[in-house]
Each structure stands twice: as C-alpha cells, then as structure tokens.
C-alpha cells in the first residue's frame, strides 16, 4: 500500500516530465488549446454560476444568523461573506466542484484513448502522447479556472446581496457599505494562488489516472472515479498548506 | 528490411517472447500467424518499438532500433504505419481529419497539398465521400479503411497491421487482405500482418511465421502451409473439418 503510494508518485512525477515539454507544432497545440477551454472552461459556467448565487446566498443568511446582535453593526455581515467567499468558499469549493465535473471528464477521455489504443497509435507516429493530450487540458485550467473563480466570486457576492435584502436580514445599501470596507485586494490575489495551484492538481492528477489505465471499460471508470477523489484530496490537502503558507505567514 | 534476433519479453512473471528470430521479406506481405493469447501483439508493438525487448535486437536495415537516438527514432517512425487492431483511430475527429493528421504534425506540406495527398489515399482505399464522417458512424470494414490510409497517408516504408480483418464478416475480411497484399506491392512497403485466420494466410502471406506459447515454431511461404508436417501448424490449420476435408482432397 505505502510502496504503491510512493511508486505512484514516481510514476506521476515521470509523466509530467513528459507532459512539459515543447510542443511538436505550436498551431495544433492552438487548436487543441482553444478546444479544451471550451469542453473544459466555458461549458462549465453554467454549473459555476448557479452554485456560486446559491452559496452566497446561504453564505449571508447564515452569517446574518449568527451575527445578529444589534450592538454588531449591519454591514458587518456583509464584510464576513465577503471574506467567506473570497477566501474559502469559491476558489476551495468551487475548484472541488470542478474536480468533479473536469477531472472525471479528463480522466475518462483519456482512459478510453488508452483502452481503444488511440495514444499507442499517436505514438507510433513519433507524437509525444503525454505532452500532446495532455499539456492543453492543463493549460486551459490553468488559463480559465482563475476567470471562473473570478465570476464565481462575483456572482457569489451579488447572490448575497439580493437575498440578504430580499428576507430583509440585512439591508441593501448596509450590504454595498460591508463589501466595500476594508477591502484588501491581496485576498482576491490569495484566492487566484490558490486556483491556480488546484487548477494544476485537477489536470494533472486526472490526466494521471486516465493515461495510465490498463485494461478495458470498467477500468476507465475506475479511473474516472479515482481521478475525482485524488483530485479532491489533494486540493484539500493543498488548500491546508497554503492557507498556513501565505495567511498564517 | 526488418530482422528481429533472439526477441525476448516478459510481463511481471508472465514470459510473453521467449526468444524469436525472423527475417522480414522486404516488399511483400509477411504474416504472422497464432492462436490468441500466443504474444503475437506484444511482438508487433516490440518490432514498433512500443515496448522495450528484454533481450535481443530489432534492425531497420543496418540500423539497431535500441540504439537509435531520439531524433532518429523519431524520423524512423515516420517510416512507419500501424494499423491497430481496433483501428485506434482519434474518435473526435473526422475520417479526412485522420487521415490528414500525420500529415499535419510532421509533413511540410502546403495546405493544398495535404487536400490532394488525402483525397489520392482516400480513393486508394475506396472511401471517397466519407471524408466528413466521423469514426463512430462508419462501418467495422470502413473503419479499418479510414486505419489503413491514416497508416499509409505518409508513404511508409513499413506497413504493420494487427488482426487487420477480425471482426468482419468474411466477404469484407478478404477484401481488407486483398487491399493489403495491393498496397505493400504497389508502394513496395514491407508489410507485417497478425492474424489468427487461415484465410488471410492462404490469400496473402508471401512469407507466413507461425507463433506459439511466445516461440517461433514455423517459417514459410502460404504454398508451404498446407503441405507442412510441423506437428504444431498441423494442429492449429486442421483443427476446422473443412480444412481436414480440403487435407482429405489434397492427398488423394
Ligand atoms: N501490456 C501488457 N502487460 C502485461 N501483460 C500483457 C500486456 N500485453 C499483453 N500481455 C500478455 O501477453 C500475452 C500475449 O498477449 P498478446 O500479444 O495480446 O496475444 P495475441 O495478440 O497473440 O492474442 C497474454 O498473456 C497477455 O496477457
Ligand atoms: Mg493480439
């Protein structure tokens, strides 16, 4: 168990050796690029958007919950969801979310390359399979999964904004105030760090678990399975020592 | 031409090649012939240098494939087309953009001359007007076409093909052989085909090797097989009863 863990590790950090390098014809690798950050980045929006409004939402009510002692201000609230979601809420859970949807995508589209011998004829023509299928996925996550954490954070608070208002747990103008208070801008760029760091483990590790299937479909959905909760775990995981990192310095 | 020398492999405990030597016929199509489950794929990807042989060596000419360097094996492999057993080919993209796509990553063709280059091998193999297809709406017998041009759209000098017709009723079988056997003439490819069917023996094989249990137990021409008193090619080619009858008719 622990001499498979270590193995594993090896086996990864030799593929992504494989995975970073030149590509053979920049214009194919365009393409590619282009087309993972459609399947990967923009066909996941509408999912990113509706649990970010939703998180917001469930963010401010329970915030207002607990904060609601007429000696705290109002505005109060407003400033603690903000830092939720900036901070913990969408680059954290969002990035899980995707590690859902993304990594099992990645890790199966591979894994059915492998067991139909699509990479083992990419090699055969002298590409370097690795770096070809899977440098674009982790570079339009890489590229797109900050842009997605942005919206998310944007959404996040205005679905605050208008069901703390709607249920009247917090006024509409009380909330602008709050957002805008002491503001530091150095929590947005936190919560890109992190994004980008779990943008890297997602591609990464699914792409591990998808190109190295051995075997037929039930496999490939071993893997897609197991692609998904690596990935969860090593985002928890990174999420724990880079908060410690960078906020606890 | 090709020639393996004392090929061996294994996978974990599982001896896989125990030491096979052929000489492949250079312009013409060689076959290797076993049960399933003899090793006759781990043979072709070592020869493609898609696995590392244990032992022994594979030579392209007066070249060694284990001591080539990076550059040159990847020149080699340009050399080379593969015809997988499934057909591998790349599920998003269309019958054209496979067969283009060799062409795309390592031709320095115009645009123009890659249409005429896929246009010339689709015709080659029959597929005229599939060229918007996509793999997951033709035919088993088409995919194998769409396998076979993508493998030839680089005018190799080496044709692989592994089960090339298994899958297919028999009238398509042969007619995937046939296309083959024209092929390797026409380009004077030297071509290596797996398979496990008599059929594609009788009808193609120039030069027939016949494996067993990872050993090379027979070499010869298709003329050779039927007349051969090799214990083991006697028990794989007279196991069907119309194979004992065509044996019953050939020695009276
Ligand atoms: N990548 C691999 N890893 C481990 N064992 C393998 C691998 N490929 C093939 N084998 C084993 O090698 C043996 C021969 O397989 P194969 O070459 O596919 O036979 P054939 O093509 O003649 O049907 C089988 O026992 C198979 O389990
Ligand atoms: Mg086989």
Known sequence: MITN???????????????????????????????????LGLDSIGIVAILSVFMGAVVTIQTALN??????????????TRESITLEFSPTVISLILAGKVGSNIASSLGTMRVSEQIDALEVMGVNSASFLILPKIVAQLLFNPILIILSIALGLWGGYMVGGALGLISFSDTLIGYRMEFMPFYTFYALIKTVAYAFIIGSISAYCGYTVKGGAVEVGVASTNAVVRSCLAIILANYVLTDLILNA | MIQVKGIHKQFGDNQVLKGI??????????????RSGS??????????GL????????????EILGQMTKERRKLLRQELGMVFQGGALFDSMSVAANIRFPLDM???????????????????????GSGDMFPAEISGGMQKRVSIARAISMNPKYLFCDEPNSGLDPETAIVIDQLIQELTHEFNMTTIVNTHDMNSVLEIGDHVVFMKDGYKVWEGTNNEVLGSTNADVEEYVFKSKLFKQVRAALRK
Request: net charge neutral; charged share 25%.
């Open chain 1, 5 to 39: 863990f270590f193995e594993g590790i090896g086996a990864y950090a030799m593929l992504m050796s494989k995975v970073f390098r030149r590509p053979d014809r920049w214009i194919i690798f365009y393409r590619a690029l282009l087309q993972e950050i459609r399947l």
């Open chain 1, 67 to 80: 904060l609601s002692d007429p000696l705290i201000p109002a505005y109060y609230i407003a400033i603690a």
């Open chain 2, 21 to 34: 030597d052929v000489d492949f016929i250079p312009g013409k199509t060689n076959l290797i012939i076993g």
């Open chain 2, 39 to 48: 090793g006759k794929t781990v043979f072709l990807k070592t020869i493609l």
């Open chain 2, 51 to 62: 696995y590392d042989p244990d032992q022994g060596s594979i030579h392209y000419g007066d």
């Open chain 2, 106 to 128: 390592f031709s320095n063709m115009t645009e123009h001359q890659k249409d005429e280059r896929v246009s010339f091998v689709m015709d080659r193999v029959r597929l005229q």
